[in-house]
């Protein structure tokens, strides 16, 4: 499973920095459930993810940008995908 996305400005249209949340939705979820991706110059992330669903039994995915200073917090349209 690879996942991949852009993190922009709802402002300027512009990717923004920092890292994205990944948590994987499965049985005994913890903390541990959430992985940090790092987030490119321009906006983008990638992961190639298949060993957490395994390690997690994950059924779902959520994403969180817990944002930076001068960018805001943000969760995207959906609240969680499944697998």
């Avoid at 512009?14 to 499965?26: A, D, I, K, Q």
């Avoid at 959520?62 to 917090?73: I, T």
Wanted: charged share 20%; proline share 8%; aromatic share 10%.
């Amino acid at each position: 499973m690879f996942v991949r996305g852009q993190v922009v400005s709802a402002h300027t249209g512009n990717g923004v920095p920092g890292h994205v949340l990944l948590t994987f939705h499965g049985p005994n979820e913890t903390i541990d459930n959430t992985i940090t991706v790092p987030i490119t110059q321009d906006g983008w992330f990638s992961s190639e993810d298949q060993r957490w669903v395994k390690k997690f039994l994950a059924k779902e995915l959520s994403l969180h940008y817990p944002g930076v200073p001068g960018h805001a917090a943000c969760d995207p349209d959906k609240d969680r995908y499944p697998l």
